[in-house]
């Protein structure tokens, strides 16, 4: 099992965000992961990538529980997780962002640089080889010298993508990868998502639009209320009563 979350709870004040999730991503397993505004998903993903500390509960990766272990060393550990808002560095190109995504850097500290000076041009060569390959994978050529402000929003999610793959993943957690993005470049997102894994990678993904999910994932996962309401494939998960019922409530 790739990811074991086991009953974790979550609350902000009063509000009990995340009530008892427990949830399994399989290796290389393709799990969607829906549900209303406000059902809990996106602080379950800050859980999980070690953004926020959960109350109760466990989250293991590779058999292994994460603990208060920090974004950076679950990301070393090839967990990953992307946001609904893409957080590149807007001033900086696409080549960059994805150069400033790399971890480990050696060059990071000036002592790194006096010490071990061959060390750091050796990894410099790598990430941009590295940086280079994901560009020409994910069909960022055309751009990589911009800023990456100036990509429109599909680049953007494919840029977000990008970073994930700099460091070597093993599990990427997608946040709304389709949100405001063209169909032209949904289906480039749908088409790099299958292929990465078609090579092993696997994916929990947050989506609104179910048309373009349901198509990509086997597994669905419908959450409310900071709970998993049903779990299943897409056409069991949708036709399940209790399902329709917490989207017409969550709608109403
Ligand atoms: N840092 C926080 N402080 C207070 N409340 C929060 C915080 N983060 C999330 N919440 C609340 O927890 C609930 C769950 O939010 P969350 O963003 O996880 O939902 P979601 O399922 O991802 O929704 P959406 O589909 O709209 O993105 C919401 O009611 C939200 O207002």
Known sequence: ??????????????????????????????????????????????????FIEADTGEVRFKGADLGRQSPAARARKGLLR??????????????????????????????GLFLRPGEVARQEVEITAKADEVIAFLRLGPV????????????????????????????????????????????????????LNARGIGFLIIEHDLQALTRLVPILHVMDRGRILASGTPGEVLEDPKVREAYLGGAA
């Open 1 to 50: 099992m790739s990811l074991q979350i086991t009953d974790i709870r979550k609350a902000f004040g009063g509000f009990q965000a995340l009530d008892g999730v427990t949830l399994t991503v399989g290796e290389g397993q393709l799990v969607g992961l829906i549900g209303p505004n406000g059902a809990g998903k996106s602080t379950l993903f800050s859980v999980v990538s070690g």
């Open 82 to 111: 992307t946001f609904q808002v893409p957080r590149e560095f807007s001033h900086l190109t696409v080549r960059d962002n994805l150069k400033a995504a790399a971890p480990g850097q050696t060059g990071e500290g000036l002592v």
């Open 144 to 195: 990589a010298d911009l800023p990456s402000g100036r990509l429109s929003g599909g680049q953007k999610k494919l840029l977000e993508l990008g970073r994930a793959l700099m460091v070597e993943p093993s599990l990427i957690l997608l946040d709304e990868p389709f949100a405001g993005v063209n169909p032209v470049l949904i289906e480039e997102l749908v088409e790099r998502i299958r292929e």
